[in-house]
């Protein structure tokens, strides 16, 4: 039986650096490489050897460490076909829909493109968690700085149709500020109340507010519920575009 114990820490400034260990097989899996003696710190303190890094988009704080960690370890680097000439040591493209082996653990990889055009989630179904990096944060999404609405918009109904008690991790805390301008757009949602409270009490203590249940996301997150009626109404958008609907709720966050 797979048995996994997962990792999350801060590098850089508001990066998360995640590890994802796996005891059977000893597969020790980085998502993202921000920055090289966070991890190492991480790995030294779990006392896990590093074997794989998966990237998730081509942003230099997600790949700054891919390069010494490969001369390091000699872990194999996994990323997407799309941005392979951006993405330094890659050896293993890959690409929406495919399900793929890292060091025996099953990795669904999903197109998530809008923050960048190649970006990918991975889904790991016995670990119970994705991992979304920029393109869905808890209470936000990411900036479209290469797509549009329409494809992030597509990118975050894939994210959405997962299994509720998936833990969702992402690569950024940008939660409490996503939270003010979640509640802008949808002040009358109790769900959304209780998180945006939560998410305040987690950071007055200096704590991270991931991982969340992704099913708690898909009641809270705006930008999970662009088709949601009662929202559309809230924001005076009643029978519009989804499309429309989350390309308002992204504008609208762009001026926090
Ligand atoms: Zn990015």
């Known amino acids: 039986m797979a048995s996994f114990d997962i990792r999350q820490f801060t590098c850089r400034s508001d990066n998360f650096g995640v590890l994802v260990h796996e005891a059977e ?11 090289e003696q966070a991890i190492l710190a991480e790995l030294e303190t ?8 998966l990237t998730t988009h081509h942003h230099g704080d997600h790949v700054a460490a891919n390069e010494a ?8 680097i996994v990323g997407p076909e799309k941005e392979k000439m951006k993405i330094p040591g890659i050896d293993r493209p890959v690409a929406g829909g495919q399900t ?31 991992f979304a990096a920029d393109a869905l ?30 833990m969702l991790y992402c690569g950024h805390e ?10 802008s757009v949808d002040p009358d949602n109790v769900a959304l109340q209780e998180r945006a409270r939560e998410v305040e009490e987690l950071r007055r203590e200096g ?23 009662g929202l559309m109404a809230a924001m005076g958008m009643a029978g ?17």
């Open 174 to 183: 940008y939660t409490a500020t996503n939270a003010k301008c979640a509640l």
């Open 240 to 256: 519009a575009d989804p499309v429309d609907v989350f390309a308002a709720i992204r504008k609208k966050r762009d001026q926090y």
């Open 207 to 229: 704590r991270s507010t991931l991982p969340v249940l992704l099913e708690r996301e898909k009641k809270t997150n705006p930008f999970l519920r662009a088709d949601d009626e």
């Open 69 to 76: 960690l490969k001369a390091r370890f000699h872990v194999e």
């Open 137 to 166: 944060f808890s209470l936000g999404c990411g900036r479209l700085f290469e797509g549009d609405a329409a494809m992030m918009w597509e990118s975050l109904q894939r994210l959405r149709a997962l299994p509720g008690a998936t």
């Open 25 to 35: 097989s000893g597969t020790t899996i980085a998502i993202d490489a921000p920055e």
């Open 100 to 130: 793929i082996d890292v060091g025996g653990v099953r990795v669904e990889v999903i197109d998530t493109p809008g923050h960048t055009l190649g970006e990918v989630s991975y889904f790991m179904p016995d670990a119970g968690a994705v």
């Open 46 to 53: 779990a006392g896990w050897t590093l074997t794989h890094i």
